[in-house]
């Protein structure tokens, strides 16, 4: 048997010193003591960190069909350096895209020998394919994913009103969760001035104002509109516009079965600070300005967003613009999936956080969203051994040498970031320590 003795431990009920202990990969016993004669091969970890592994349900790994973006193996390996041991895969960014029972075998078969992490798999809701959905229930994706404004992906449509009433009755059925893009294109023209003219492609301010607050709160009040006569478990991903908090918190008051993520990047950078140029921080929903983001972090700290997850969304430096510097031509999207913890704690740390706020929006309420919530998400008798050592004061620099990501672009790429991630484990085993790769392919896929 193994175990693990920190006077941090962060349990479901607060942090405390305790040992916890391990068999066969599943946490068998927290004790407060251990008994005089044992045979318990003990890890010491003093006052560090030990903390349930991390559960980022927003990732897109872009396998098969473009794996030059990223991929099972680098994408799990920067999973793993980060504490993230189960992620969730988008449906979109594949080719072919995940829509089909078909497809998802297809995308199945691609991560074989690749998972250095646990991956889960969202299928995708695009017009026609309500027929589909059941077979890719039935293939073991847990929950469905759709976009109410162009995906940026041709092969993956946006849903109307329509697809979406097709869907909903078939997901509700099944308890799944719909996951949504939230936003409505319309004929909004963007907003300039002397200074910043609409030809200014590289202004990220010509930008920002090019998708405005509007189009999320159009299509939330949709979704919750849907939620509320579908009575389907419906989840708003990377909320940005905190003008869509007061609907929200309504629509929760009315017991609405409606949960909310924002993205790390939305809680730790302002528009204020991105200048022109730097399409690293192109994302979409766009980063908002500091009043906004208060309002995100204030809403997240009073439960009324879940929790936090990455949309990691890594592209080639030259799909990023990153020497043309054009906003409107880059892929919008932040690459951070290693980094989800320091970013997250550097900013929270500064706003009297603590890591039972931090498990709480990293760990626990990601994994309810996926149905994973009897097995992984706590340190609890009965769950997966899937744990993380973290030295919470200890700092690092963000640079090309520890970034484990495909291509190092990354608005976080020179970021001074605190907490440390020593250690992962997964199922009890150590596959990650003090910045090396201990062992491989120890992921495996989450099937519903």
Known sequence: MKGFHSTRVILPEGEREAWVLIDNGIIKDIVTALPSSNDVELTEL???????????????????????????????????????TALVDMPLNSSPVTTSAKAFDEKLKAAAGKLHTSVGFWGGIVPGNDNEIEPLIKKGVLGFKAFLTHSGIDDFPNATEEDLRKAMPIIARHNLPLLVHCELTDAHKRETNNEQPATRNDSYTNYLNSRPKKWEDDAIAIM?????????????????????????????????????????????????????????????????????NDQLWQALKD????????????????????????FMKAWGGIASIQFALPVLWTAAKKR???????????????????GLENRKGKIAIGYDADLVVVNEEKSFTVDEACCHHKHKVSPYMGETLYGVVEQTYLAGEKVYDDGKFQLLNKGRALLK
């Open 46 to 84: 003093g006052n560090k960190i030990l903390m349930p592994g991390i559960i980022d349900t927003h990732v897109h790994i872009n396998e098969p069909g473009r794996t030059e973006w990223e991929g099972f193996d680098t994408a799990t390996k920067s999973a793993i350096a980060g504490g993230l």
């Open 352 to 370: 009297d956080g603590n890591f039972s706020d931090i498990v709480r929006w990293l760990c626990e309420n990601p994994a309810k969203l996926a």
């Open 224 to 292: 919750i509109r849907l939620c509320a006569e579908f009575n389907c478990r419906t989840h708003i991903v990377h909320l940005s516009s905190a003008n869509s908090l007061q609907q929200i918190a309504e629509a929760k008051q009315r017991g609405l079965p409606l949960t909310v993520e924002t993205g790390q990047h939305y809680l730790y950078f302002n528009a204020e600070d991105i200048l022109d140029g730097q399409t690293q921080f192109k994302c979409a929903p766009p980063i908002r300005e500091k009043e906004n």
């Open 303 to 326: 439960g009324l967003i879940n929790f936090v997850a990455t949309d990691h969304s890594p592209a080639t430096p030259s799909l990023k613009e990153i020497e043309s510097g054009d």
